[in-house]
């Protein structure tokens, strides 16, 4: 398996957990709990995704705690830390209008009213409330809170259309 068009970046493991090989992730899912319910994570390997099954989590705060097939003792965990961690598009449910951060960028930033191409998304930056869209535009970096006010509708094929107020993207 090495097709990364299948896997999703979804955390990293940032610290051992205890002496039995136990390991603290980092979630980038919409919430911990979601990285907690996954039964399987793949790990980047030489190239190719390698598939290391969970066999035990629990969520501590913002982060994931979890026993990984494979990883018995402190050593093997600490060979882990800062191991980024994937999982299959298929194991994630999206919910109409959901997309994956990944997907987003490199879209299209578009004026819903008359068709103008402001630029691309370059990144996208959560503080909070809500998500941030960076959009790289002729004029220099950009950025577009993704709030209703503002986001027209997502076409991952077609663009990002969206409303703008004067300043916002000039």
Request: proline residues 2%.
């Amino acid at each position: 398996m090495s097709n990364t068009e299948n896997y999703i970046e979804c955390g990293k493991i940032i610290n051992t957990h205890g002496c039995h090989g136990g390991v603290k992730l980092d979630s980038w899912c919409n919430s911990p709990e979601e990285l907690a319910s996954l039964k399987k994570l793949f790990i980047l390997k030489n190239g190719a995704f390698e598939k290391i099954k969970v066999k035990k989590t629990s969520v501590f705060k913002q982060f994931v705690i979890a026993e990984l097939d494979g990883v018995n003792d402190m050593d093997a965990a600490m060979a882990l830390k800062n191991t980024v961690v994937y999982a299959s598009r298929d194991d994630f449910e999206l919910e109409e209008g959901e997309f994956f951060i990944a997907d987003l960028i490199g879209v299209k930033v578009i004026d819903a009213s008359d068709g103008t191409v402001y630029g691309q998304v370059s990144d996208i930056i959560n503080r909070g409330a809500s998500d941030i869209y960076v959009v790289d535009t002729t004029n220099g970096e950009r950025m577009i809170p993704a709030v209703d006010e503002f986001i027209d509708r997502i076409d991952i094929k077609e663009g990002i259309f969206v409303n703008t107020i004067p300043g916002l993207l000039d």
